[in-house]
Structure formats: C-alpha cells, structure tokens
C-alpha cells in the first residue's frame, strides 16, 4: 500500500509563506499524479492543486494562482506545495494524495492514497 506524510504545516502571519512536502513511500510513486487538497473548520475538503506524474501538468484552484506552487521531485519520492501570501482564509487541514494514474486530476475522488493531513494556520 502507498503511503503518504505530510509535513511543513505550522503557524504563519498573513502575507507569510509556508513550504509544505509530501513524502511517498512505494516504487509506483513516479508514475503517479499528485494532488493538495485542504479542509477548513465547517467546509468541505477543496481542491488545491495538482501535477501530472512527470511535472509537466499542473492546475491550481482560483484562490491560490499565482500564490501557490506545486512540483515534485521523483527521484526523492516527494511532493512539495509552496505557498506564498497566506491569507487567512488558506488556513485549513493540507491533504497530499496521490492516484493511480499518471494524469493531473482536480477532483477528489480521482485519488486513491491519501497523507493524514498538515495542519496551516494563519494568524491576521
């Protein structure tokens, strides 16, 4: 089974930034998308962000273009999200998750392996 670790969260002022990782374990990792969700107190999980299994898709969700990056290294298992300019409203719970298949995918339910979440907060 694949496993997903999520790490990098922690407490950030408005207009800080926070560089969130996702180590993989298992050998399928590289031929995989990756995806970043996130779960506020009361909403539903969100998407985030998404990469194709070789970098060279990605998509993001209207609220963090431009602010959030995400990327992946292979050849250490690992995907990152970077994310700049941290509002309040992009405190929440950040998922990693990873699908089967190795196309970019913004819905949740795409992905079959999921971390155990990171908690951001944000203070204003």
């Known amino acids: 089974q694949v496993q997903l670790v999520e790490s990098g969260g922690g407490l950030v002022q408005a207009g800080g930034s926070l560089r969130l990782s996702c180590a993989a374990s298992?050998?399928?990792?590289?031929?995989?998308?990756m995806g970043w969700f996130r779960q506020a107190p009361g909403k539903e999980r969100e998407f985030v962000a998404t990469i194709s299994w070789n970098g060279a898709t990605t998509y993001y969700a209207d609220s963090v273009k431009g602010r959030f990056t995400i990327s992946r290294d292979n050849a250490k298992n690992t995907v990152y999200l970077q994310m700049n300019s941290l509002k309040a409203e992009d405190m929440a719970v950040y998922y990693c998750a990873a699908r089967s298949m190795g196309v970019a995918g913004t819905r949740s339910s795409v992905y079959d392996y999921w971390g155990q979440g990171t908690q951001v907060t944000v203070s204003s």
């Open positions: 298992g050998r399928t990792f590289s031929t995989s998308a």
